[in-house]
């Protein structure tokens, strides 16, 4: 199986794109701040899923990257809390975006919590 396979990358990778869409109409001066941390901590929740499953030979290694992981979906979330504080996004925008953010923590600590499902050797 491929890491693309797997649903939490799935559903990180769609929030990132979506993420990346909504957040081109952030304002101009949000370019350096909002703006990037939102997409780097996004993109970034896919990119720890796909290290982790490389690196499922190693069950620690594979548990610290899904953690990592865990941690910038936290991060995209509150990057929408402040969009949504700041008016750059809708209430229903903010709603749908943190529930999927809630969504791909779930998988992820399913992931942490039951490495073996991943192909790991505990």
Known sequence: MDFRELLAYQKAFSLAMEIYTI???FPSEEKYSLTDQIRRSS????AN?????????YV???ISKLTDSDG???ETNVWLEFAFSCNYITNEDFQTLHEKTLQIGKLINYMINNPNKFGCKT
């Open 23 to 25: 957040s081109k109409s």
């Open 43 to 46: 993109r970034s929740v896919c």
């Open 49 to 57: 899923i796909a290290e982790a499953y490389r690196k499922r030979r």
């Open 60 to 62: 620690n290694h594979f």
């Open 72 to 74: 910038e979906n936290s």
